[in-house]
């Protein structure tokens, strides 16, 4: 694996902003990192940090060199806002044009680039237009082409689809999949969308307070939560106090003071004489979910076997293997 | 309002700004221009010949000149000082925005004696260099303000973008603040021009009536009583004003451009 970018026991504690870290992970070249957290974790802080934009401590290495004390043009590390910073002064064409106006390239090699970077991105057409009539969605990918055109190692992206509509996201998503299939870049993904860093990401951290919790896949994070704060942000249905869970879970460990059980980990059978009740569907993109009313508890539960309605009796089968022990302090329960 | 007002106030402001303006004329063309007369009994372009290389022309020139100095100054110390101002935020925006104020809000009379005791010591009184230091004041004070201003609706997210993709500080003020703040910047120029174009007090003092500008001469054409020479150098004099006001009228149009 060669290594894009590796934090070193990062830190940044900017006056008025969150206190980062001490983070250190490695990403490698080709891999994008999603990384989730609740508004004011420090998501974008830590990018910002990363990017050399704001004061940090610690390693900052890009492609195996140390560049911690570089200026953040002499990182190799590009940065994208939330809402592109499109030069308005500047038509489609000399935004892509940008960074290698800057290197000193060659006008011929730079216009052969920026047709190039456009294609990759769909918006040839568009590069004499002028930025201001550009739609949102043609905005990010104008901003993607011109990171390209950086030649950087290390692409931070913040939030690249949180202000589109979501008929552009998709738009969006293929351009940057096309920009990372193209260029072997470590990428940082700051979202707030679990579907997207599914879609793209190779692994995801959760940031919570400035600290880096948990690094997993993705599928990972939603099996095993690193802790209750963890699964809580996640929102990972089924988190229950001892004593809601232990008419479902009788045979909790005695250090056991939550339980979170995926949705997955749950089936309601359809059961005229089931002591279970359906109490209403949850609309899902996949599998059909719906809230059961057992008892006390309301748990969020899949119907594998076919469709259910409100009122419907069920049958709870849950799968304890796959539930989420948590003790007092709101650590995990290694698995016995 | 009822629309009968509302043409009487136009008027009423239309003929403040143009009143003065026709009497200069008549001042400067008129000949024997008594009261109650409504015009002058005759006409000459006599004090406009002096344009061709007397007094009138020394003192264009010299007023253009520094004019131009102060504005080229005051912008180009202003910029960076507006910006750090917007940068830095609270109290430190707070006080460096009153300290820019203050050579602005000082009569400058008062600020003509406080800096001659300055420039004398410098060995500079009477000099055009402390003509120009002592325009340089006020002038950038007031574009401090004019930059402190442009600098908050200036996204600083501009600047980020480009560094990190790969352009140094230089690159930055020169590929992306100076197309951005393109209008600002001219905007800067004409003002620092008129604030140093219409000072009377501080170049007599620190001038020492040696350095002699177009304004410095109205005032002397005035207490000479030659009036058709005052009334010629005063129309020069309100030539730059009205150029100046154009170019705001139409960056004003304009704004959205600069700043998103």
Redesign the interface.
């Known amino acids: 694996m060669t290594v894009g970018l590796a934090l070193d026991t990062f830190r940044s504690a900017l006056p008025g902003a969150p206190v980062i870290g001490p983070i250190s992970i490695e990403i490698a070249a080709g891999e994008v990192l999603a990384m989730l957290g609740p508004s004011g974790a420090g998501k974008t802080t830590l990018l ?1 940090a990363i ?3 704001i004061p940090a401590t610690g390693g900052v290495h890009v492609a195996g060199t140390d560049r911690a004390t570089a ?3 002499a ?1 190799g ?3 994208l ?1 939330q809402t ?2 499109l ?3 500047l038509d489609v064409a000399g935004n892509v044009a ?2 290698m ?3 000193g390239v060659p006008e011929a090699t730079a216009r052969s680039r920026v047709a190039a970077l456009l294609d990759l991105v769909q918006l040839g057409p568009l590069a004499t237009r002028h930025t201001e009539g550009l739609s949102g969605g043609e905005r990010q990918r104008v901003a993607l082409a ?2 390209l ?2 030649d950087p190692q290390v692409l931070l992206l913040d939030e690249p689809f949180a202000a589109l509509d979501p008929s552009l996201r998709a738009e969006v998503r293929a351009a940057l999949e096309a920009v990372l299939q193209s260029a072997r870049l470590a990428t940082i993904l700051v979202t707030h969308d679990l579907e997207e860093a599914g879609w793209l990401a190779h692994r995801a951290g959760v940031l919570l307070n400035g600290a880096l919790v948990q690094v997993d896949s993705p599928m990972q994070l939603f099996a095993t939560p690193a802790n209750l704060a963890v699964a809580t942000f996640l929102e990972i249905p089924n988190r229950w106090t001892r004593a809601e869970a232990t008419a479902l879970l009788p045979n909790l460990p005695p250090t056991a003071t939550h339980v979170v059980l995926p949705a997955a980990a749950v089936q309601a059978k359809a059961d005229p004489a089931g002591s279970s009740v359906v109490e209403r569907l949850l609309p899902s993109r996949e599998r059909p979910r719906l809230i059961v009313r057992a008892g006390q508890l309301g748990v969020v539960a899949e119907a594998p076997e076919g469709p259910l309605r409100p009122g419907d009796r069920v049958t709870l089968m849950l799968d304890a293997r796959r539930a989420s022990l948590f003790d007092g302090t709101g650590g995990r329960i290694p698995p016995r | 309002m009822s629309e009968r007002p509302r043409v009487l106030l136009l008027a009423g402001l239309t003929l403040t700004a143009l009143l003065p303006l026709a009497a200069l004329l008549l001042a400067a063309f008129g000949m024997r221009w008594f009261f109650p007369s409504l015009l002058p009994e005759a006409w000459t372009a006599e004090s406009w010949r002096d344009l061709g290389g007397g007094r009138l022309l020394t003192a264009l020139v010299e007023s253009i000149g520094l004019g131009l100095a102060v504005g080229v100054g005051a912008t180009a110390l202003a910029v960076p000082i507006g910006r750090a101002l917007a940068r830095a935020g609270g109290g430190l925006e707070r006080l460096g925005a009153a300290a820019a104020f203050l050579p602005v809000a000082v009569p400058p009379i008062a600020l003509a004696a406080g800096l001659q005791l300055a420039l004398l010591r410098l060995g500079l009184g009477g000099t055009r260099t402390a003509v120009f230091l002592g325009h340089l004041v006020p002038a950038t004070g007031y574009l401090s303000l004019y930059f402190l201003g442009v600098f908050r609706l200036l ?1 600083p ?2 600047e ?9 500080p230089r ?1 930055v003020l020169q ?2 603040l100076a ?2 703040l ?1 209008r600002p910047l001219r905007e800067a120029l004409a003002l620092g021009f008129l604030i140093s174009w219409a000072q009377v007090p501080l170049t007599l003092v620190l001038g020492g009536g040696r350095v002699r500008t177009l304004a410095v001469e109205v005032v002397a054409y005035v207490q000479a009583g030659q009036d058709r020479h005052a009334a010629t150098a005063g129309l020069l004099l309100v030539i730059p004003a009205v150029l100046a006001l154009a170019i705001a009228r139409r960056s004003a149009d304009r704004t959205t ?2 700043m ?1």
């Open positions: 910002r990017a050399g934009l200026a953040p043009e990182r590390i590009v940065y806002h592109p910073r030069f308005p002064h940008f960074p106006h800057l290197r011109r990171a055109a950086a | 996204d997210d501009y980020a973008t480009a560094r990190t993709l790969g352009a140094t690159q590929r992306v197309p951005l393109a451009v600069v998103t």
